[in-house]
C-alpha cells in the first residue's frame, strides 16, 4: 500500500512536470524550404493540445497556390498526460520562380486565435534546381545517431545532417551550407545556442538562425533547428569537414521506475510506450563530409581579376552630371549578386588617365544572413585632369564557379560634363576625407584631414546658454513688457472710468474755485460747473432738459434752473446782471455738490 | 513695435557672427604633416590649434584621425567624441568612434532618438530661428493686443509662432549633445579605472573595473575623487586621475 501511493506521487510530479511542455501552440512547417516550379511541397500546420480547430482552406499568397489537402488528429500520451494534435497538410505549389513569403495562419481554437510562425520558400526555374542533395532538398537517407532511441516504430527520435549547395568548389569560392538538427515532434526539451564545428583548410561565416520550422521526413513530422553558414575553403584538394555537434537535452522515451511493472502486470499488460519519459543530455552530430577544391583556372585569366567567384552583374551611376572647374565627381558603382563579397577587390577604370582617381569606398549590403548574395557598392572620387564630356569605363572580372570560365564585366563610359582646375579646397577634401573614413587602409596617399572649415559649433556652449544670447534675449523681453505697459496705459487713459475720474477731479477743483471766486463772477463759474457736470458744454438749453430728467430732489432742480435763468438773463437781457446774495450763493454751491458725478 | 522687432533681428545678426572661423598656421602644419605620414607631429600640431582658436568638429577630427593613425586609440576616441560633440551629424567620426570602440573593448550604445535628432537638426541654427519665432509670435501677440482690426488673425499667428520658436528652443536645449553630455568623461588610463563604493581605495568597496575608452556620468567631484554614474545606472566613486571630461575645461 506504501509504495502504491509512492508510485501514485510519483507519476503526479510526473504529470505536472509534463504540463509546461505542452502549451497550446501553432505552428508551420513546409517539408522543404526550396523548390522549383511546378514541383509542390508539402506545408503542415499542427495546432498542438486543441481536440478541434478552424483554418483557412487556402492560402492568398501572390505566385503561390496554398490549397490545404486534408488533417488529421494525433493523440501522445506523455507522463501520464494525454495531448491530441492536429495536423493540417497544404499543398503548396509556385507558378513562378523568385522568393516567396508565406504569411502567419491564422488558427482558431474555441475562443482563442493562434497564429503560426511565417515561413519563406525559394522557388527555383525547373532547369536551375540543383538534384535533392542540394540545399534545399530534404534528407534522403538521415542518419542514425549513436544511442538514439526511437519512439515508435522505426522513427529516429533526433538526428543531424549537413547540407551543401556543392560539394566541387574552388579555392577561395564561398559554399552557402545549412546544419539541419531534426527532432521528433513527440519529444521535448531544450536546444543549445548553436552548433560547434572545428576543422582546417576552411574558414565559416557566422553561424545565422533560421526559423524554426517543421518538415515531414519518411513520413514523420519533425521540428528542425538550422543554421546557415557558409564556408570559404583555403587550400586545393580534398577537404574534409568534421561533424558539427549541437547539444541538447531531451525528454526521451525511457523506462518505468520500479515496480511499475508489477503494478501493471496485475492487471494482465505492460506499461503503455511514452508513459515514462527520461531526460537525458544528447549530442547530435552531423555526418563528416567531403569537398573536392579545385584551384583556381589560370588559363583565361584577366589581369584585372581580383578574387570575385561567383554570379555578379554590375550598375554605375554618376554624380553629380556637371561638376565646376577641379570639383569631384562620384562614381558609384553596384556589383550584385551572389559570391565572395568580403574577398573580392573592387572593379577597376578603364581609359582613366584623363581623370585622376582615389581608391574607392566600399560598403556591403547583404541580403542574406550569410552574406552570400547581396549589393557591394564602390564609390570612385574622380577629378578631371582636363575637360571630359565622360567618365572613364569600368572593368569588373570575376570567376563563374558553375562553367569555370572568368568573365568580365564592362560598363561604357557615362556622360558627365568636368572642367579641369583647381579643386575648391573645402568641398574636394571634404569628400576625400569621408571618402578615406570609409576604408582607412584601402588608400595609399593619406588624403589631408578636413580642418578649420566644418559644418557644426565652434563653441563648447550651446548658444542657449550663452550670455551674450540671455542678455540679447532679456533685452528683447524688457522692450516686449514696456511696449505692453505702455499699450495698457494708453488704454487705461482712455477707459470710460478713467475718463468719470477725471471729471468728478475736474468738478471738485471747480467747486472748489467757485467757493472763493468774485461775486460777479459766480453765476458764469457756477453755470459751467453745472455744465461740466452734466456733460453739455456750452448747451445750456441742453442742460435745462437734462437737468429735468436728472434724479436729484426738486428743490434742488429749482435751484439750479434758477442759475441757469439767471445766466440768460445775465447774457440776453439789457440791464446788468444781478449779483447772487449769500444765501443763494450758498444753495447753488450746496446743489452743484449734490449732482451725481 | 516695428522698431523692436528690428533690434531683435539686429542682436540676433549679430550672434550668429560672434565666433567667425579661425586657420592658422599651425593647422596647415597639421594638415602638411598628417599628408606626409607624420602623424604624432600632425597631432601635436592640431592640439596646438585648437588650443589656440575656437575649436570646431573638423579639427578634432583630424586630430582624432592623426591620433588613431599614431596608435592612440583611446586619445582618439576622446578626440572622435569631442567632433561628435560640436557636430553630431559628422557620420566619418560616429564610424571611426564604433571602429575604436570596438578596438578598446568598449561598447558603443545605439544612439537615442536625441542623437539621431542632433544629427539632423543642427542645434545652434535651431536656436537662433526658434528664438526669433518665439519673439515674432511675441510681438504678434502683442500687436493683436494693441489693434482691434483683424486681432483674431494676429492673435493666432503670434500664438503659433510662439509655440513653434518655444518648441525649437526646447527641442535643441532637450538633444544638444553638449548640454545632455555636458558631464561625461571617458576613462583614459590605460589601466582603465576602478569604481568604489565609497570613496576610498579600499579594495572591499571596489564595485566593479572600468576600462580604458569607457565613457561615465560625472555627478559630483569631492577632492581627488569623482562621483560617477554608469551607462547602466550604477554609481559609485573613482580616482579623477585618468577620467577626462568630454567637454574640455576652459
Redesign the interface.
Known amino acids: 500500500m506504501n509504495s502504491l501511493f509512492t508510485i501514485f506521487v510519483a507519476a503526479l510530479a510526473l504529470v505536472l512536470s509534463g504540463f509546461s511542455l505542452f502549451a497550446q501552440e501553432a505552428t508551420a512547417g513546409l517539408s522543404s524550404p526550396a523548390t522549383v516550379v511546378g514541383r509542390p511541397v508539402e506545408m503542415v500546420v499542427t495546432v498542438r493540445d486543441a481536440r478541434s480547430a478552424e483554418v483557412p482552406q487556402s492560402l492568398n499568397v501572390p505566385g503561390l497556390r496554398i490549397e490545404l489537402l486534408g488533417r488529421s488528429t494525433r493523440f501522445e500520451m506523455n507522463n501520464f498526460k494525454i495531448t491530441s494534435s492536429l495536423t493540417y497538410t497544404y499543398s503548396v505549389l509556385s507558378q513562378k520562380s523568385g522568393e516567396f513569403d508565406i504569411p502567419a495562419v491564422e488558427v482558431r481554437v474555441g475562443d482563442k486565435t493562434l497564429k503560426t510562425n511565417p515561413l519563406r520558400i525559394s522557388v527555383a526555374e525547373a532547369s536551375a534546381m540543383p538534384p535533392p542533395q542540394g540545399l534545399a532538398g530534404p534528407p534522403s537517407a538521415p542518419l542514425p545517431p549513436s544511442g538514439a532511441q526511437a519512439p515508435r516504430g522505426n522513427a529516429l527520435p533526433y538526428f543531424g545532417e549537413i547540407v551543401l549547395s556543392k560539394k566541387k568548389a574552388y579555392v577561395g569560392e564561398v559554399i552557402p551550407a545549412e546544419f539541419r538538427y531534426f527532432f521528433s515532434s513527440s519529444i521535448g526539451g531544450e536546444v543549445g545556442d548553436r552548433p560547434n564545428l572545428i576543422g582546417e583548410g576552411f574558414t565559416i561565416q557566422k553561424l545565422a538562425n533560421v526559423p524554426k520550422r517543421e518538415q515531414i521526413v519518411n513520413g514523420e513530422n519533425y521540428i528542425v533547428f538550422a543554421f546557415q553558414t557558409a564556408i570559404t575553403p583555403a587550400k586545393t584538394g580534398p577537404l574534409e569537414l568534421p561533424s558539427a555537434k549541437l547539444e541538447a537535452r531531451l525528454q526521451l522515451p525511457g523506462s518505468a521506475p520500479a515496480g511499475f511493472d508489477d503494478f501493471f502486470r496485475q492487471f494482465g499488460g505492460i506499461a503503455p510506450p511514452g508513459m515514462f519519459t527520461n531526460m537525458q543530455e544528447v549530442a547530435i552530430e552531423t555526418a563528416p563530409t567531403s569537398l573536392e577544391i579545385s584551384p583556381l583556372p589560370k588559363q583565361g585569366r584577366p589581369d584585372d581579376f581580383s578574387g570575385a567567384i561567383g554570379k555578379f552583374k554590375m550598375e554605375a551611376t554618376v554624380s553629380p552630371k556637371k561638376a565646376g572647374p577641379g570639383d569631384p565627381v562620384t562614381l558609384r558603382v553596384v556589383v550584385s549578386g551572389q559570391g565572395n563579397f568580403e574577398a573580392m577587390g573592387p572593379p577597376v577604370l578603364v581609359e582613366g588617365d584623363e581623370w585622376r582617381s582615389y581608391p574607392p569606398s566600399e560598403k556591403f549590403q547583404s541580403s542574406d544572413a550569410i552574406n552570400y548574395a547581396g549589393d557591394k557598392i564602390y564609390e570612385f572620387l574622380i577629378v578631371a585632369r582636363t575637360d571630359q564630356q565622360q567618365t572613364p569605363g569600368i572593368a569588373f572580372s570575376y570567376l563563374d564557379p558553375d562553367t569555370g570560365t572568368y568573365e568580365t564585366l564592362i560598363q561604357n563610359p557615362l556622360p558627365v560634363q568636368a572642367r579641369a582646375g583647381q579643386a575648391p579646397a573645402k568641398r574636394a577634401e571634404a569628400s576625400l ?2 571618402n578615406q ?2 576604408t ?1 587602409e584601402a588608400s595609399s ?22 550670455p ?2 540671455i542678455m ?2 532679456i ?2 523681453g524688457v ?2 513688457i514696456l ?2 505697459a505702455m ?1 495698457l496705459i494708453q488704454r487705461q487713459a482712455i477707459s470710460p472710468s478713467s475718463l468719470r475720474r477725471k471729471k468728478v477731479q475736474r468738478l471738485k477743483a471747480a467747486l472748489a474755485s467757485l467757493e472763493s471766486c468774485p461775486e460777479n463772477e459766480f453765476t458764469s463759474r457756477a453755470v459751467a460747473c453745472l455744465l461740466a457736470a452734466l456733460d453739455t458744454h456750452s448747451r445750456p438749453l441742453e442742460a435745462a432738459v437734462l437737468l429735468a430728467k436728472l434724479s436729484v430732489d426738486a428743490d434742488i432742480k429749482a435751484v439750479l434752473l434758477d442759475l441757469l435763468s439767471r445766466d440768460e438773463e445775465s447774457k440776453y437781457s439789457n440791464r446788468a446782471s444781478e449779483v447772487p446774495d449769500r444765501e443763494t450763493r450758498t444753495n447753488i454751491l450746496s446743489a452743484l455738490k449734490k449732482i451725481p458725478a | 513695435m516695428r522698431h523692436s522687432s528690428s533690434i531683435a533681428l539686429i542682436a540676433i545678426s549679430c550672434l550668429l557672427s560672434l565666433i567667425p572661423p579661425a586657420r592658422g598656421e599651425a593647422l596647415d602644419q597639421a594638415r602638411d604633416r598628417f599628408v606626409h605620414g607624420e602623424y604624432e607631429s600632425s597631432a601635436t600640431f592640431f592640439e596646438k590649434h585648437l588650443q589656440s582658436s575656437q575649436p570646431t568638429s573638423a579639427a578634432y577630427y583630424g586630430l582624432a584621425q592623426a591620433l588613431h593613425k599614431s596608435g592612440k586609440e583611446a586619445e582618439a576616441a576622446l578626440a572622435y567624441r569631442r567632433s561628435l560633440l560640436l557636430d553630431p551629424s559628422l557620420v566619418p567620426a560616429a564610424e571611426a568612434l564604433k571602429e575604436i570602440n570596438a578596438q578598446l573593448g568598449v561598447s558603443s550604445p545605439l544612439p537615442q532618438w536625441q542623437t539621431r535628432w542632433a544629427g539632423k537638426v543642427p542645434s545652434d541654427p535651431s536656436v537662433l530661428a526658434g528664438c526669433f519665432l518665439f519673439w515674432l509670435g511675441a510681438f504678434f501677440l502683442l500687436a493683436a493686443f494693441a489693434f482691434s482690426k483683424k486681432r483674431t488673425v494676429l492673435a493666432s499667428v503670434g500664438s503659433g509662432l510662439l509655440l513653434l520658436g518655444l518648441a525649437s528652443c526646447l527641442l535643441a536645449l532637450c538633444t544638444d549633445p553638449r548640454i545632455v553630455d555636458a558631464r561625461q568623461a571617458m576613462v583614459m588610463n590605460p589601466e582603465g579605472a576602478s569604481l568604489y563604493k565609497v570613496p576610498s581605495e579600499d579594495s572591499a568597496e571596489k564595485i566593479t573595473a572600468l576600462g580604458q575608452g569607457s565613457v561615465v556620468e560625472v555627478l559630483s567631484a569631492r577632492g581627488r575623487w569623482f562621483h560617477i554614474k554608469l551607462p547602466g545606472g550604477q554609481r559609485g566613486w573613482s580616482l579623477q586621475a585618468g577620467i577626462t571630461p568630454l567637454i574640455p575645461e576652459a
Open positions: 576625407e569621408v573614413a570609409a582607412p596617399t593619406p588624403n589631408p584631414p578636413l580642418a578649420g572649415q566644418s559644418g557644426g559649433a565652434s563653441s563648447w556652449t550651446s548658444i542657449l546658454i550663452h551674450a544670447f540679447v534675449n533685452a528683447i522692450i516686449w511696449s505692453l499699450i
